[in-house]
């Protein structure tokens, strides 16, 4: 397949080339784009074979359920069954990196939903992502865009290495802001709030304006293979990049000791701070920002484990993260991609 990539940056300016990505959404075809949480592999929600195709180029099981966007949180009634709770999360955090889960209406496939009658319902804030499904008027079910299995693209490099041919137009919206994929939640029928999967909404930003918020068990991961999780992506090795990712747990002095005497043992890449470099052997050094700057780990995560495993190491040392704030989420998609491997120093 041709796959065309094309560049937006200034919405106001380049309203043929929205115009082009909206159209190709509307026959059937399949489009990346930039959203402030990762890239989406973009597809017309309303329709089956678009499901089927997004399924394929990702190379996704058919089980894993898609997240829906839409421009306005109103445009939900016409694919679910809203209710008050939903309407108070969207004014709190919509458009913003926010899915919620509700019961599904019959215009929505089951090939969208995995078989579930619920759909997860997102209204992206990316300037790009809106002005495209504004333009296309129809609701765009978008994975993210890599390939199944691998870190989550944050910029069109990622999208192109993993999806080019395989998508017919790919847009480059620049590096995404957030870096992590969506806060999700479900709203159960007696106004409890589910968190399946934790994002840039924390728990303590749900908390201020749901009185009942519960955490998934399934989103530490540890869930064994027969137990089925609220949401089904949790059960499935993600994150991942090809080389085996230890996270690590102790006091920094005794952790920068440790990777010290490990570059001299093998050739090991380490996600690092900025304060941690110079104290370091510079090769293999993948630094993801200030100690204190979580959303900035968050951002360049998925772009240093990319970067990192590009190189071959033998290994991926990581700082275990803290998980408060948006220290949760980072913690959720660290500890995957290092299949739950905690080295306590
Ligand atoms: P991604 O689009 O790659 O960020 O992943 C979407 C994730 O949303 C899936 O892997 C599921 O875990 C979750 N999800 C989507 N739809 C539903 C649903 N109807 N019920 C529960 N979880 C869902
Ligand atoms: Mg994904």
Known sequence: MNTEVIKITDINNQKSEILKAASILTNGGLAVIPTETVYGLGGDACSKESAKKIYAAKGRPSDNPLIIHIFSPDDA???????????RLAKAFMPGPLTVILKKKDIIPYEVTGGLDTVAIRCPSHPVAREIIKAAGIPIAAPSANLSGSPSPTCA????????????????????EIGLES????VNEDGVVTMLRPGAVTYDALCCVCERVVLSPSMEGTLSENEHPLSPG??????????????LDGDDKDVL??????????RCAILCYNEETELLDASLLFPVGDKTDVAEHARRLFSSLRRADAEKPDIIYA?????????LALYNRMIRAASHEVKKI
């Open 77 to 87: 009634e016409k694919y679910a069954y809203t209710n008050e709770i939903y309407y």
């Open 157 to 176: 490099e990622h999208v192109i290495n993993d999806l080019y041919g395989r998508v017919d137009m790919i847009v480059d919206g620049g590096e995404c």
């Open 183 to 186: 806060t999700i939640v479900m």
């Open 234 to 247: 949790m059960k499935y090795r993600h994150y991942a990049p090809d080389c085996r990712v230890v996270l």
């Open 257 to 266: 000791d440790f990777l010290i005497s490990e570059q001299k043992k093998c």
């Open 319 to 327: 700082h275990l993260p803290d998980r408060s704030g948006l220290g």
